[in-house]
């Protein structure tokens, strides 16, 4: 199974739409896993046009009324794959999100709220951020491709371009 995974997307507070490299990285996905702060239900409406979209809520979802639950598991071939947007502090603490992910009893946990991309295994214990697309941190914007196939695991993060948003104006960006 093919899972394409995108976080902290903040539209339209940060951005009017999805970078069109998304959606062509994600073509031949056979499910989207957004991490939270998506900001606005049209997120989820664009990214169904793909393929199923399993959402949860960010810090920023709250603010704009979601009805998301905070986490969610899922069981994919066999890997349990956990879900939460990784509001810990110090944030994207590794031995925080570890807690987590045990917490949660998967082998793969996936968290946005850095914005930054991150791969690590800790222990038995995959941790996954796909960045953001839109608004990274001190990272290029991103989003990642996470295939299991009989429990075998592959990653990769797709760059979609080096960050362009100003301090003052985050709504522009090139198309891609």
Known sequence: MLIGLIS????PDRARQIP??????????????HAGDLTTQSVIDELEEIAPVMAIQGNMDRVAGFDLPKARVIDVEGVRIGVAHGEVYPRADTQQLLYLAKQLDVNILVTG???QPKIEQVE????????????PRLADRTVMLLEVNDKN???EI????APVCSALDFTQYPEE
């Open 8 to 11: 902290d997307t903040h539209i």
């Open 20 to 33: 069109q490299k998304v959606l062509t990285s994600f073509k031949d996905v056979d499910l989207i896993i």
């Open 113 to 115: 709220h850095s914005h």
């Open 124 to 135: 038995d214990i995959l941790l996954l951020n796909p960045g953001s697309p839109i608004v």
């Open 153 to 155: 695991v592959d990653v």
């Open 158 to 161: 797709i760059k979609i371009g």
